[in-house]
C-alpha cells in the first residue's frame, strides 16, 4: 500500500500533460502511485497515459468515457490505494519537495488535512504577481479557524477551497465524492471535507503551480456568471445553519439571492437552464423559510413568501426597506 495516491484527471492537455507527470515523478517523497484517469480525450492523450505507466510501474491508467472532471476524480478515488489523496490537474505542476513537506506536516500533526501553498503561473509557468499568495504562513488550524480565515479573504481564498494542492487522509473519502456535472466542484465538497477534520495543517511553502491558461474554467469569467455559485452557496447556506451559525447561514443566503438577481449574467437560452433557474429562486425562499423556522422570525417569513412570488417582487421589497 503506498502511503499517497496522487489522482491525475486527463482531458485534452497534450502540451501540459508530460511535465505534470514528470514533476510528480521527480519528488524527493517517493512513496506514492500514480492514477492517470483518461477521461475519454479525444487527442492524443490516451497514448500518452499508456506510454508513461510503461515507463513506471508506479503508474496506473483508467480509460473511461468522458465524465467530466468530477467524475474523473471520483473514478481515482475508487481506484486508490494510498492512506492518503492527493489531486492534482494535469495542466499543473509540483515542486519537488511538495509531497516529502505534505507527508511531514501530516505525521508531525496528525493531521487529516494538509493544505499546501500555491503559485499562479501562465502557459510558460512563469509565475503571475497575483494574486499574492505569500500571506500564508504555517500553522495548524481547526475547522471554524479554516472557514474564518476564507471569509476574510479575496481572490488567495482559492488556497483554502481547491482541491488540489492538499493532502487528503483517504478515509475521509469512505463516502464523500466530487459532486459530478457541477462547476466549482472543490467548492461543493468543502463544507463536506472540512467538517471531518480535526487538524489542518498549513504550509506557506509554495509546492503547487497552478496554470492559468485559456480555454479552461478558471479562464472563462466569474463565478457569478454561472448558477452553480449560488447552489453551493445555497448548501453553504444549510451547512452553517446546521452549526448554528444562522447569520452567516444568512448572509451566505442573500449572497445567493443576489447573484440570482443578476439575471442578464446567466445563459438562460435552454428550456432546462431556464427551469434550473427558476427551481434556484425556488431553493432561496425556501432556505428563508428553514431560516425562519430556526430563528422564529417573522421577517425571514416575509421574505421567504416574497421571495415565492418572484424575485423581481423581492428586489422591490428591498428596494422600499432600503429607501430607494
Known amino acids: 500500500m503506498p502511503a499517497i495516491s496522487v489522482i491525475i484527471p486527463v482531458y485534452r492537455v497534450e502540451r501540459y500533460l508530460d511535465a505534470c507527470v514528470s514533476s510528480v515523478l521527480a519528488q524527493t517523497f517517493g512513496d506514492f502511485e500514480i492514477i492517470l484517469v483518461d477521461d475519454g480525450s479525444p487527442d492524443g492523450c490516451p497514448a500518452l497515459c499508456d506510454a508513461w505507466a510503461r515507463k513506471d510501474p508506479r503508474i496506473r491508467v483508467i480509460h473511461r468515457e468522458n465524465g467530466g472532471l468530477s467524475a474523473a476524480r471520483n473514478t481515482g478515488i475508487e481506484a486508490a490505494k494510498g492512506q492518503f489523496l492527493t489531486f492534482v490537474d494535469s495542466d499543473d505542476l509540483l515542486e519537488p519537495d511538495t509531497l516529502r513537506r505534505a507527508w511531514e506536516a501530516q505525521r508531525q500533526y496528525s493531521a487529516e488535512l494538509v493544505i499546501i501553498n500555491l503559485v499562479y503561473v501562465d502557459d510558460d509557468n512563469v509565475p503571475l504577481e497575483r494574486p499574492d499568495f505569500t500571506i500564508f504562513q504555517d500553522e495548524v488550524l481547526d475547522e471554524a479557524e479554516v472557514w474564518r480565515r476564507y471569509f476574510a479573504l479575496g481572490e488567495q481564498k482559492v488556497y483554502y477551497a481547491i482541491a488540489c494542492s492538499k493532502l487528503i487522509r483517504a478515509e475521509l473519502f469512505r463516502t464523500l465524492r466530487f459532486r ?72 451566505l443566503l442573500n449572497d445567493a439571492i443576489q447573484n440570482l438577481s443578476e439575471k442578464e449574467r446567466f445563459d438562460l437560452s435552454t428550456p432546462q437552464q431556464r427551469a434550473r433557474y427558476r427551481a434556484d429562486c425556488r431553493a432561496c425562499a425556501d432556505a428563508y423559510m428553514r431560516l425562519a423556522r430556526r430563528t422564529g422570525q417573522n421577517t425571514m417569513r416575509l421574505r421567504a413568501a416574497l421571495l415565492r412570488l418572484g424575485l423581481p417582487v423581492y428586489q422591490k421589497f428591498l428596494q422600499s426597506k432600503n429607501g430607494r
Open 180 to 251: 459530478e456535472g457541477k462547476r466549482y466542484e472543490d467548492q461543493f465538497l468543502m463544507p463536506r471535507l472540512l467538517a471531518q477534520c480535526g487538524r489542518i495543517a498549513c504550509l506557506a511553502y509554495p509546492g503547487y503551480r497552478y496554470v492559468q491558461r485559456g480555454g479552461s474554467i478558471m479562464a472563462q469569467g466569474s463565478s457569478r456568471n454561472y448558477l452553480d455559485r449560488s447552489e453551493f452557496l445555497l448548501e453553504w447556506c444549510d451547512y452553517f445553519a446546521g452549526k448554528g451559525d444562522l447569520l452567516r447561514a444568512e448572509g
